[in-house]
């Protein structure tokens, strides 16, 4: 425990001063945002797209179906294909939660992949769409050393990008590696699952149905239901529901749309039916929840790519 108290110090420390404002701290890396929220939050419905959580003070539970995954100063969250769960967190101004969100750059996992498939790593375990993790000495040592480039801009130009890769090789590696190694190859009825749900994703604004999906993936409708639940724990019109109700919270918060605006920009077609929706997944009305987040954190212009489509 000693060892721990005397490497996670100064840790904290650190991501605190790279973490001045409450919510998403930008980095001179893309892919790379640090976390500060200064009170603690109820279980919310979020939907995060496949990245890594590090949370270096204060912590987070995830409820999966009938999972709970914590992700801690102890552990961290791997997400290998979006899915929608619930979170809450504790914090406080005192200790605030300080964590750090990787977004995954899949150019780089892919030739991680095959570089450790060549070396002889091997890929015979289950693959899971979201694990935590136990987090080891080597990983937070790989933390420390990005931390301390992100505090330098020309450390984290040149150095930046290889200790990302590192961090990446550690959690490929890790003790639950091969359970995501299996997810980010996609082999088998769940690489198939997987490319159904970038399917929606990049198209869930126009009309999808579960026949349309179901050929997509090459399975029956009874053999794609049964799959598409064991991995998302919802059915595929549920998820592709959760997926256009969460990026309409997004672009009322970020972009500043109407409900009605975000409602049309998202597929709907009934405004009445998208704010009934929408309360019931958030617990409350499209402006009064865009109106929560805004004033609740501070969240930066939308990117090019979001880390997560959800709060954090």
């Given at each position: 425990?000693?060892?721990?108290l005397?490497?996670?110090?100064?840790?904290?420390?650190?991501?605190?001063?790279?973490?001045?404002?409450?919510?998403?701290?930008?980095?001179?890396?893309?892919?790379?945002?640090?976390?500060?929220?200064?009170?603690?939050?109820?279980?919310?419905?979020?939907?995060?797209?496949?990245?890594?959580?590090?949370?270096?003070?204060?912590?987070?539970?995830?409820?999966?179906?009938?999972?709970?995954?914590?992700?801690?100063?102890?552990?961290?969250?791997?997400?290998?294909?979006?899915?929608?769960?619930?979170?809450?967190?504790?914090?406080?101004?005192?200790?605030p939660?300080?964590?750090?969100?990787?977004?995954?750059?899949?150019?780089?996992?892919?030739?991680?992949?095959?570089?450790?498939?060549?070396?002889?790593?091997?890929?015979?375990?289950?693959?899971?769409?979201?694990?935590?993790?136990p987090?080891?000495?080597?990983?937070?040592q790989?933390?420390?050393?990005?931390?301390?480039?992100?505090?330098?801009?020309?450390?984290?130009?040149?150095?930046?990008?290889?200790?990302?890769?590192?961090?990446?090789?550690?959690?490929?590696?890790?003790?639950?590696?091969?359970?995501?190694?299996?997810?980010?190859?996609?082999?088998?009825?769940?690489?198939?699952?997987?490319?159904?749900?970038?399917?929606?994703?990049?198209?869930?604004?126009?009309?999808?149905?579960?026949?349309?999906?179901?050929?997509?993936?090459?399975?029956s409708?009874?053999?794609?239901?049964?799959?598409?639940?064991?991995?998302?724990?919802?059915?595929?019109?549920?998820?592709v529901?959760?997926?256009?109700?969460?990026?309409?919270?997004?672009?009322?918060?970020?972009?500043?749309?109407?409900?009605?605006?975000?409602?049309?920009?998202?597929?709907?077609?009934?405004?009445?039916?998208?704010?009934?929706?929408?309360?019931?997944?958030?617990?409350?009305?499209?402006?009064?929840?865009?109106?929560?987040?805004?004033?609740?954190?501070?969240?930066?212009?939308?990117?090019?790519?979001?880390?997560?489509?959800?709060?954090?």
């Amino acid at each position: 425990m000693h060892n721990t108290l005397m490497l996670t110090d100064p840790l904290i420390s650190l991501l605190a001063n790279l973490a001045p404002i409450e919510g998403y701290n930008l980095t001179s890396l893309k892919d790379v945002r640090l976390l500060r929220s200064n009170r603690p939050l109820s279980r919310t419905p979020v939907l995060y797209d496949p990245g890594i959580v590090f949370v270096l003070q204060g912590s987070k539970r995830g409820y999966f179906g009938d999972q709970l995954y914590r992700y801690d100063s102890n552990h961290y969250l791997a997400v290998s294909v979006p899915v929608p769960f619930t979170m809450e967190t504790d914090a406080s101004f005192d200790e605030p939660l300080l964590a750090i969100y990787m977004h995954l750059d899949l150019p780089v996992v892919a030739e991680l992949l095959l570089t450790m498939t060549q070396k002889g790593a091997k890929v015979s375990d289950q693959p899971t769409g979201m694990q935590s993790t136990p987090l080891n000495d080597a990983l937070r040592q790989s933390l420390g050393r990005l931390l301390h480039a992100l505090a330098d801009p020309l450390q984290a130009a040149i150095l930046g990008p290889g200790l990302v890769r590192e961090i990446y090789f550690h959690v490929l590696s890790g003790e639950q590696g091969g359970q995501l190694r299996a997810a980010l190859t996609q082999q088998g009825a769940f690489g198939k699952i997987a490319g159904v749900l970038r399917h929606i994703h990049e198209r869930f604004r126009v009309p999808l149905d579960v026949a349309e999906l179901a050929s997509l993936a090459g399975m029956s409708q009874a053999s794609f239901h049964s799959h598409f639940r064991a991995i998302t724990q919802t059915s595929p019109m549920q998820y592709v529901k959760s997926i256009r109700l969460h990026q309409a919270r997004l672009l009322m918060v970020r972009q500043q749309m109407s409900a009605m605006a975000a409602a049309v920009a998202v597929g709907y077609e009934s405004a009445s039916q998208f704010s009934r929706e929408f309360k019931r997944l958030f617990g409350l009305p499209p402006t009064e929840e865009a109106s929560r987040l805004r004033s609740a954190y501070a969240l930066p212009p939308e990117p090019a790519n979001a880390l997560f489509v959800s709060s954090h």
